[in-house]
């Protein structure tokens, strides 16, 4: 394999056998770069995630109404739908806030209390707090499941992307900047939770969510951007997965500037 960022000479293979203009031997960050990036959905994808739970508790503090917060929330929903109904493209990411927004609604309604819409967050960010903890101490790390799935023959070979170790080691050390998030979010709600401090929750919860995440995202770009971690020669050619997912995303841009 030849030294990382070494431009290859002439085309390279594509995924399916043909010529890609433009594949070159890449670092392992910047191969998970592309990847993320498709991940993310761009900016119209985060914000459809982030919108309904904003709406939602800001109406609580203005309000102090549970069911006029599920009111704005639900009509939010609303209104994206059809935008996105509009533009085409993918609905998981409005998808996530339909489930995330109607948890809240199920919690807070079902008590009365506002702080309740709050909890099944407290417990979800727990939950992969824990895991993503757990699946770097198994060398499973989480990160790695949402780069691979770039690869295209991650269905038929889910695992293929451990035998390279640089990809492991990279996407253990972007995990980690998933648990501290998940914990930094735990430390501050929780206290509040049980304190019944709604108000203050709305603003951790608006503070600790998208912008916290954005804030993650950064820090993942810079350790990226900083990065150079080698390919590891895990069998080259058509059976390398940062090779194969390279190439997968460089075909999907042609094709995209091909549609314009």
Known sequence: MSAAGEQL?????????????????????????????????????????????????????????????????????????????????????????????????????RSGQAEDAFLPGIIISALYGVGALVSILARWPLVGFIVAIGDPDFAERPAAWRRDRGLVAVCSRLTWVLVALFTLRIAIMLPLYLAGEVAWLGVAKIGLGWPAYLLAIVVMGMMLATG?????????????????????????????????
């Not at 080698?230 to 549609?259: F, I, K, P, Y």
């Open 9 to 109: 000479p002439g085309a390279g293979a594509g995924s399916d056998g043909r010529p890609v203009a433009g594949l070159a031997e890449a670092t392992v960050e910047q191969v998970i770069r592309r990847r993320v990036s498709d991940a993310l959905g761009g900016w119209y994808g985060s914000l459809e995630t982030a919108l309904p739970t904003v709406a939602l508790v800001v109406t609580w503090l203005v309000t102090d109404s549970v069911r006029s917060a599920v009111v704005a929330a639900a009509a939010l929903l609303v209104v994206l739908a059809v935008v996105r109904q509009l533009l085409g493209g993918s609905w998981r990411f409005l998808g996530s806030a339909v489930v995330a927004t109607a948890l809240a609604a199920f919690f807070a309604l």
């Open 228 to 260: 150079h971690t080698r390919q590891t020669d895990d069998g080259g050619g058509a059976d390398d997965v940062t090779e194969r997912m390279l190439s997968a995303s460089l075909e999907r841009e042609q094709d995209e500037h091909r549609e314009r």
